[in-house]
């Protein structure tokens, strides 16, 4: 089964910028849908919410709380997934996880990692 590997998360302060990484045991070809989701500290797993998802093709899309602000995007030849997050809020502070729709199975997730934006 792919396994998937979250890195980049830290602190921030407001404004700033950060670079999630998502790197997949396997090929991406393997893969539908790549998503990032995100659990605010305050909320449980079941309400985790939806960022950003990209399809082999490269089509994305995007919350509309991120708009304008994330850009999600994929290099294949290095089974990876990126979010950039630019002009980063304090309600953008949250555990961020990789998620993976493959062709056959059951969604995968990463373990996630933590963003934390100060004000």
């Known amino acids: 089964q792919v396994q998937l590997v979250e890195s980049g998360g830290g602190l921030v302060q407001a404004g700033g910028s950060l670079t999630l990484s998502c790197t997949a045991s396997e090929s991406l070809r393997t893969i539908k849908l790549m998503r990032w989701y995100r659990q605010a500290p305050e909320n449980q797993r079941d309400q985790r919410e939806l960022v950003a998802v990209i399809n082999p093709s490269g089509n994305k899309n995007y919350a509309d709380s991120v708009k304008g602000r994330f850009t999600i995007s994929r290099v294949s030849a290095k089974n990876t997934v990126y979010l950039q997050m630019n002009s980063l809020k304090a309600e953008d502070t949250a555990v961020y996880y990789c998620?993976?729709?493959?062709?056959?199975?059951?969604?995968?997730w990463g373990k996630g990692t933590l963003v934390t934006v100060s004000s």
């Open positions: 998620n993976a729709e493959p062709w056959a199975g059951k969604d995968i």
